[in-house]
């Protein structure tokens, strides 16, 4: 598995961004899939996690109703579609692929990509 996160960048309070993530590797679907952010001075913390097949998701509450996290197992490309953005949604994100099932915890994910700035100004 190797990831790489694309798509950051800096956008107004209210606009979208849609970050993406590729795995070069040939075992995509084999892994849970999760997006991770980490603020300046914070640590990174849960964002979004989708299971192998796609068919469960899962969200932190701060983001619930305004991210979505899909995935295309034939482009072996996880998406995290992020609406009405917001200031504190300022950070560096980060995917990352597990083999467990406990896709909201960090301690599951094996493989993880080099992160996407995403800045949203107010």
């Known amino acids: 598995v190797q990831l790489q996160a694309s798509g950051g960048g800096l956008v107004q309070a209210g606009g979208s961004l849609r970050l993406s993530c590729v795995d070069s590797g040939r075992s995509f679907s084999w892994y849970g899939m999760g997006w991770f952010r980490q603020a300046p001075g914070k640590e990174r913390r849960f964002v979004a996690s989708i299971n192998r097949s796609g068919g469960t998701t899962a969200y932190a509450d701060s983001v619930k109703g305004r991210f979505t996290i899909s995935r295309d197992n034939v482009k072996n490309t996880v998406y995290l579609q992020m609406n009405s953005l917001k200031p504190e949604d300022t950070a560096v994100y980060y995917c990352?692929?597990?083999?467990?099932?406990?896709?909201?915890?960090?301690?599951?994910?094996?493989?993880w990509g080099q992160g996407t700035q995403v800045t949203v100004s107010s």
């Open positions: 990352a692929a597990s083999p467990g099932v406990s896709l909201t915890s960090q301690t599951s994910y094996t493989y």
